[in-house]
């Protein structure tokens, strides 16, 4: 299939591990960010979003971190499974004016069996 | 129907050659985004729609590349005289409402111009 992010930087994890997946941020102004996975061939899966008023929310497997301080973001991922081997990407918006997501550069995962 | 769909999957067009790439949002979704994505990269914007109008165009690339959605559902977005700059990976999202976070984006198509 096709390659989504043949230079990516790569995050390799084994099975079962936790995996922490890290962004950067320049959008002061963003009113909520989010955390898109995208597999080889296929469109970006919305995973989770934060508002920027809120610094950890929790989801199925996955907890995302916001410190705005240092404009950074993580996604945490539990008890890490074949199936989350991705390219993950963060995306930032906001709720006036520009409708359009503002995509980081992205991060691949690749899950050891 | 139960996601974006794009066609076509794969598009390889002749350097000059004008192109049409369809997308069909999610009945009744409000908001259409196209966005690219070069090998590599993360999704680029390209122009937003809110039912049938383009509302923000700010992202296209040239005069070259036209969007359309004139009865706010399916959409086109045409690519004229194509270059090898153009290849890509064409990407759809629709969301239910402006104020909605959650876009769900199509397969793509990706585009080569040889």
């Known amino acids: 299939g096709e390659s989504v992010g043949l230079h990516l930087p790569t995050l390799s994890v084994q099975e079962g ?6 962004c950067a941020y320049s959008n002061s102004a963003s009113d909520y960010f989010i955390w898109y996975k995208q597999e080889s061939g296929k469109g970006p899966q919305f995973i989770i979003d934060i508002r920027s008023n809120m610094d950890k929310r929790q989801g199925q497997r996955v907890t995302v971190l916001l410190n705005k301080t240092v ?5 945490q991922i539990a008890a890490t499974q074949p199936g989350d081997s991705a390219v993950y990407f963060c995306a930032e918006n ?3 004016g520009r409708r359009a997501l503002t995509f980081g550069s992205g991060t691949r995962l690749q899950v050891q069996p | 129907g139960a996601g974006v769909s794009q066609s076509p999957r794969y598009k390889v067009a002749k350097r000059g050659q004008d192109v049409a790439l369809r997308c069909d949002p999610i009945s009744g979704h409000v908001s259409l ?3 690219q994505q070069a090998l590599g990269q993360g999704p680029e914007f390209l122009t937003y729609f809110q039912n049938e109008a383009q509302l923000d165009k700010s992202g296209l690339p ?11 559902s399916v959409s086109t977005l045409k690519i004229q005289r194509t270059q090898q700059e153009d290849s890509a990976v064409y ?3 629709s969301t239910l409402t402006t104020g909605r976070t959650e876009a769900f984006f199509g397969q793509g198509t990706r585009l ?3």
């Open chain 2, 91 to 93: 990407l759809c999202a």
């Open chain 1, 71 to 75: 404009k950074h973001l993580s996604l």
């Open chain 2, 62 to 72: 040239s005069d070259r590349f036209f969007a359309e959605r004139p009865e706010g």
């Open chain 1, 94 to 96: 906001r709720y006036t």
């Open chain 1, 17 to 22: 591990d936790n995996s922490i997946i890290n």
């Open chain 2, 112 to 114: 080569t111009v040889v």
């Open chain 2, 33 to 35: 985004f196209w966005y």
